[in-house]
């Protein structure tokens, strides 16, 4: 079992396309409004473990009560994939997840792969 001690802070990702890239914007807009987060890259080509074009919103466990209600609410329709950071990126990317909205699979292998480049 985890210990949520573990949680240094979470990441939520939020999911767009080129459909709908003008909702992104507004709730990434909104957010920097009115959350005191880190905001990741805006990126228009799939990074990572990720099936989609994205952007990071990361914050600390304390914001965890307020922002994740607000995007629920306010998400636009959007996919947002919700995940801890404790130090263990495949079971915080696989086992400790959330979605807000319909979930995707995620490029699992990506772990995989980068954990053969960072022994080599």
């Not at 987060?37 to 805006?42: A, F, K, L, Q, S």
């Not at 473990?49 to 600390?60: G, L, R, V």
């Amino acid at each position: 079992m985890g210990d949520p001690a573990d949680i240094q802070d979470y990441h939520a990702h939020v999911y767009f396309d080129s459909e709908t890239r003008d909702e992104a914007q507004r709730v990434r807009e909104a957010v920097e409004e009115r959350f005191d987060v880190r905001m990741g890259r805006w990126h228009e080509k799939m990074v990572g473990p990720h099936p989609c074009w994205s952007y990071q919103i990361a914050f600390d466990p304390p914001m965890l009560d307020d922002l994740v209600p607000w995007l629920l609410v306010n998400r636009e329709g959007l996919t947002i994939f919700l995940h801890p950071n404790t130090g263990d990126d495949l079971a915080d990317h696989t086992d400790h997840v959330a979605w807000l909205g319909p979930s995707a699979d995620l490029n699992i292998n990506f772990f995989e792969n980068r954990a053969e480049t960072d022994g080599a």
